[in-house]
């Protein structure tokens, strides 16, 4: 797995699951939705840790620096 996010990419994806997981917590939202965006935080946070994002693979997307070979 090459990376594929760059630094800004990641932090703005741990600031929002920081979010969904404070709005949950706080029983701001709750239910299915709740759930479901709680998911969607655990997804930010794992694909921030390891810096990459597979959706961006198939559309060639980049966020990060390209290493020049």
């Given at each position: 797995?090459?990376k594929?996010?760059?630094?800004?990419d990641?932090?703005?994806?741990?600031i929002?699951?920081?979010?969904?997981?404070?709005?949950?917590?706080?029983?701001?939202?709750?239910?299915?939705?709740?759930?479901?965006l709680?998911?969607?935080?655990?997804?930010?946070?794992?694909?921030?840790?390891?810096?990459?994002?597979?959706?961006?693979?198939?559309?060639?997307?980049?966020?990060?620096?390209?290493?020049?070979?």
């Amino acid at each position: 797995m090459k990376k594929n996010m760059g630094p800004s990419d990641r932090m703005v994806r741990l600031i929002i699951a920081i979010i969904i997981t404070t709005l949950y917590v706080a029983n701001i939202i709750s239910g299915t939705a709740g759930l479901v965006l709680l998911a969607l935080a655990g997804i930010f946070l794992f694909t921030s840790f390891i810096s990459f994002c597979p959706i961006y693979g198939p559309f060639g997307l980049y966020t990060c620096k390209k290493e020049e070979e």
